[in-house]
């Protein structure tokens, strides 16, 4: 069965920085290109970066410039490295496939608050 689970979340004070796992099983996972996506309270999830097969990662506009995708295949575990948190950037963070879609796993919750 693929499992997904991601950790890493907290509380940080708006500034902070985090750095977001995700491991993964049940897949060829050096395969698939792999997402971050994330759901604040009462909004849809929305994506927030993608890692490809080879590493090239692409962010949000929402994130751009303040976080880091990137992924270790020995390890079936993909990071987000998030800088210069923000209120915003409170939300569940999951990750998933790219393109194919495997059930949801376990998130992690990240919370910005002073």
């Known amino acids: 069965d693929v499992q997904l689970q991601a950790f890493g979340g907290g509380l940080v004070q708006p500034g902070g920085s985090l750095r977001l796992s995700c491991a993964a099983s049940?897949?060829?996972?050096?395969?698939?290109?792999m997402s971050w996506v994330r759901q604040a309270p009462g909004k849809q999830r929305e994506w927030v970066a993608s890692v490809s097969i080879t590493g090239h990662g692409d962010y949000a506009d929402s994130v751009k410039d303040r976080a880091t995708v990137s992924r270790d295949n020995a390890k079936n575990t993909i990071y987000l490295q998030m800088n210069n948190l923000k209120p915003e950037d409170t939300a569940v963070y999951y990750c998933n496939g790219l393109y194919a879609k495997f059930s949801w796993g376990q998130g992690t919750v990240v919370t910005v608050s002073s």
């Open positions: 049940g897949f060829t996972f050096s395969r698939y290109a």
